[in-house]
């Protein structure tokens, strides 16, 4: 209600007045409380205005302007790479620009018309049942292969299911136990996992040292592919036949390489495709943010450098809360 509104409210009350009317029967007849009259009038002498102050009720730890702008920005760089509210406010963490929560950032992208370009569709076959085995870095290994019909070639790839670190790929124009022990040979040696004689470190040990977790294709169940894991002490867990949601990890992989990078289904030399694999893997494992692992790089995973992001990005979320807090009660004081 205005200020002028209240004024002629209690002229008329004081015309009733002097007319002989009671006070209260006037503010009844007006439907006013007969208080809050005699609360306007001591405003009136005490401060000399009737305006209405800002009634406040936001909330103490309401979104920073600054913040909100930086998550605009963050929309606009990041946008085409991360493409979902929740990833682009673990992006924003992950770079320290801002420290929001996903339906923050789905807000203000909402509140200035601003258009996410979301995942693409994909069904997603669920878990199969998981090995008892020891869930550490390197020692659960899934591989398989994807063809690139236009190029005339399949390509070998490994994948570590625990912290999803892309181990290496082999890029082939046949499918035979050769390739398949020259891929883990690489891999192997990758991940230094071989001693001085070529031979794994720890073979000595009970039990393997890793599981390659695979589907049943030809060259992985060879008997010379047999050989050769049981030569490097490799234990080999086949998923069921015809089943390819045994190995989701894998085929979930291969579904994201060939989504998020359209372009390599239609490239044609075999060069080409093998340095645009070589790039990719790169920035697989260094840049892009994996959703299994709370939103870290795989080589930030890998390397044993997750734990300690997700901490930040908690830390970070409880001081901006915080500064939050400080500066909207600063401001309203």
């Known amino acids: 209600m205005s200020a002028q509104t209240k004024l002629e409210l209690l002229g008329l009350i004081d015309g009733a007045v002097r007319d002989g009317w009671a006070h209260a029967r006037a503010c009844r007849v007006l439907d006013l409380a007969d208080v809050r009259a005699h609360r306007w009038r001591q405003r009136q002498r005490d401060i000399g205005s009737l305006e209405d102050r800002d009634p406040g009720g936001g909330a103490v730890h309401g979104l920073l302007p600054t913040e909100e702008q930086a998550i605009l920005d963050l929309i606009e760089e990041w946008g085409p790479v991360d493409r979902s509210h929740r990833k682009l406010a673990h992006r924003g963490s992950y770079t320290g620009v801002v420290f ?87 891999a192997l040696e990758d991940q230094r996992l071989l001693g001085p004689d070529g031979l794994p470190l720890g073979r000595d040990a009970d039990g393997p040292i890793l599981v390659a977790w695979s589907d049943n294709g030809s060259e992985m169940t060879a008997i010379d592919t047999r050989q050769f894991m049981a030569l490097m002490t490799i234990a080999q867990h086949h998923g069921r036949p015809g089943t390819p949601t045994d190995q989701a990890h894998v085929e979930s992989f291969f579904s994201h390489l060939k989504g998020d990078w359209p372009h390599l289904t239609s490239i044609t030399d075999p060069a080409a495709l093998d340095a645009e694999l070589a790039r990719i893997r790169r920035e697989y494992n260094t840049v892009r943010l994996h959703a299994s692992i709370g939103y870290v790089t795989p080589n930030d995973e890998h390397h044993g450098r997750g734990p300690q992001i997700r901490r930040a990005r908690l830390a970070g979320m409880r001081r901006a809360r915080a500064e939050r807090i400080k500066q909207n009660r600063a401001s309203k004081s």
Do not use: M
């Not at 996903?102 to 090995?131: C, D, I, M, N, Y």
């Open 100 to 186: 929001v929560s996903p339906s923050t950032v789905l807000r203000v992208a909402l509140k200035h018309q601003v258009e996410l370009p979301g995942e693409p569709f994909r069904p997603r076959p669920p878990k199969p049942a998981f090995p008892e085995i020891s869930w550490e870095r390197n020692r659960i290994w899934i591989w398989d292969a994807t063809h690139f019909t236009r190029c005339k070639r399949v390509a070998y790839a490994i994948v570590d299911v625990v912290t999803r670190y892309w181990i290496g790929y082999l890029l082939s124009s046949e499918q035979t136990h050769t390739q398949a022990q020259l891929l883990f040979a690489r």
